[in-house]
């Protein structure tokens, strides 16, 4: 344990001696984020619809590697201390310390996660620095999580919920499909009548080693391809604005949102990312790029063999581009989604409102 984590272990053990003294307020809900400074995404659209209903907190931060950033996030931990201990629910997407270490048993706290599921290992079933618990429920889109979840997040198996999340239900609108792609084609008209092929991975690294990406040639790709082919790309937020090499038939989209870049594209090529699971909703080709899977497994592990989902897997550009031309996996989409998601109604917002209605209510 570092000097820093035994400082900040003191400094909240002495304020959690005088917070179990205040009580919870039965009205209040927090929202905490280590990932963003602002609401956004499933954690935006259930502010939205409970604001008007309950007190509602924000503990909002966004933790970068740096010695300004370590000091903010020490001060942050002690206001999530107060907050979380003196709110009858906590709302959050990402794992949390204070959560785990220094919470009052009355407190329920809902996991929204910040994915559609998990390839990659995380949580309790890899090294960390601490043991992940205390959560109440946890979101998924498919009783398909449950074991794995219970294990990652120390729950059981009953408290994983698969209502969906809210963020999904747009995927499921095909008036919002319309309008994205739309307004994307408006903005980017050189776009219109191409084929499109999105490439979205995940990141090698974490938080604390720093974060790295596998090389992708896309000229070499597009070289062996119709003309009418192009590749946007948009890359993880935590490894921000990393670009391919410039290429006339190369689009960086990383200020883009990425649901809304699924819209007009055509197929998504992807790796380890949770967003292959959201991209499966569409219906449309999906083609792993993992040249380190075998390596991958190793170190860190996956929770879902990609090699079982009957899916195209590469290893090299050129067969990147062969894949491309031959893809025949389509239906196999379909199988996928209905395994993934329990839900296609769009109303997962609609469902994680009531829950956390529902909670709110028992005493």
């Known amino acids: 344990m570092t000097i820093q984590k035994i400082i900040l272990n003191i400094v909240l053990s ?33 502010y939205e619809k409970i604001k008007d ?15 300004w950033s370590q000091f903010l996030y ?21 794992n949390n310390y204070v959560v785990s270490k220094y919470k009052k048993k009355d407190v329920f706290v809902l996991q929204l996660w910040h994915a559609c599921g998990a390839i990659k290992k995380f949580g309790n079933v890899i090294d960390r620095t601490y043991l992940i618990k205390n959560y109440n429920a946890v979101l998924s889109t498919s009783s398909y999580w449950k074991k794995i979840y219970s294990q990652a997040f120390s729950v059981n198996e009953d408290q994983v919920l698969p ?31 191409k084929k499109i092929i999105l490439y979205a ?40 604005n990393y670009q391919l090499s ?15 870049l699924f819209t007009i594209s055509d197929m998504l090529i992807s790796d380890y990312s949770s967003i ?13 790029y993992i040249p380190d899977y075998q390596e991958y497994k190793k170190e860190l592990g996956v929770f879902v063999d990609i090699e079982k989902l009957n899916l195209p897997i ?18 196999q989409i379909k199988e996928l989604r209905n395994i993934f998601y329990e839900y296609q109604d769009g109303q997962s917002l609609k469902r994680v409102v009531d829950h956390i209605d529902d909670a709110m209510s028992n005493s």
Not at 53 to 67: A, G, P, Q
Request: charge should be neutral; proline fraction near 3%; include cysteine.
């Open 201 to 240: 991975p995940t990141f090698r690294g974490n938080i604390y080693k720093g974060f790295h990406q596998i090389d992708f040639n896309a000229k070499k790709i597009l070289d062996n391809l119709d003309e009418d082919y192009v590749i946007i790309y948009k890359f993880h937020p935590l490894v921000g």
């Open 74 to 94: 020490f001060f942050n931990c002690m206001k999530q201390l107060y907050l979380i201990n003196t709110s009858k629910m906590v709302i959050l997407h990402d």
């Open 14 to 46: 002495i304020e959690m001696f005088f917070v179990k003294f205040i009580p919870i307020k039965q009205n209040r809900i927090t929202f905490i984020s280590l990932e963003d400074d602002k609401l956004s995404s499933d954690m935006k659209l259930i």
């Open 314 to 331: 590469c290893n090299s550009e050129n067969e990147i581009s062969q894949v491309i031309i031959d893809y025949r996996s389509i239906f």
């Open 276 to 288: 292959i699971f959201d991209y499966m909703i569409l219906n449309k080709p999906i083609i792993f």
């Open 246 to 260: 410039v290429h006339n038939r190369v689009y960086n989209m990383n200020h883009e949102d990425t649901h809304a």
């Open 163 to 193: 209502l969906g999340l809210p963020r999904t239900d747009e995927l499921f609108n095909q008036e919002w499909i319309d309008s994205q792609q739309k307004r994307l084609f408006d903005k980017y008209p050189e776009l219109k009548n």
């Open 53 to 67: 209903k309950f007190e509602i907190k924000l503990c909002l931060i966004l933790y970068k590697k740096s010695l």
